[in-house]
């Protein structure tokens, strides 16, 4: 069984910050760090698009431009584990949160391979 787990989402007012996680499990996951990984946002209405990626070692990073300079990623591999630190959040930010695995350093949904089931964040006062 392979598991993508989101967890931290929640309503925030604007301005705040909330920390997403997203703990892997599962036969899959047994060679964590040989993933790249991928946070991607789903507002009602629109098309599932991307935030952020790390890579296997979590030397490297790419954020969307949206969210460039509010967001992070980073990852514990001795956790399983990646996280997206949001700050300075908007209502526009207001989004199902996914986190997801490939085996690609890239941006295209059709290539992560593993897929949680979302966390939601709502940003409103």
């Known amino acids: 069984q392979v598991q993508l787990v989101e967890s931290g989402g929640g309503l925030v007012l604007p301005g705040g910050s909330l920390r997403l996680s997203c703990a892997a499990s599962g036969r899959a996951f047994s060679t964590f760090n040989h993933y790249f990984m991928g946070w991607f946002r789903q507002a009602p209405g629109k098309e599932r698009e991307f935030v952020a990626r790390i890579s296997e070692t979590g030397l490297n990073t790419y954020i969307a431009d949206s969210v460039k300079g509010r967001f992070t990623i980073s990852r514990d591999n001795a956790k399983n584990t990646v996280y997206l630190q949001m700050s300075a959040l908007h209502p526009e930010d207001t989004a199902v949160y996914f986190c997801?695995?490939?085996?690609?350093?890239?941006?295209?949904?059709?290539?992560?391979?593993?897929w949680g089931q979302g966390t939601q964040v709502t940003v409103s006062s």
């Open positions: 997801a695995a490939s085996q690609r350093w890239t941006v295209v949904l059709s290539d992560y391979n593993y």
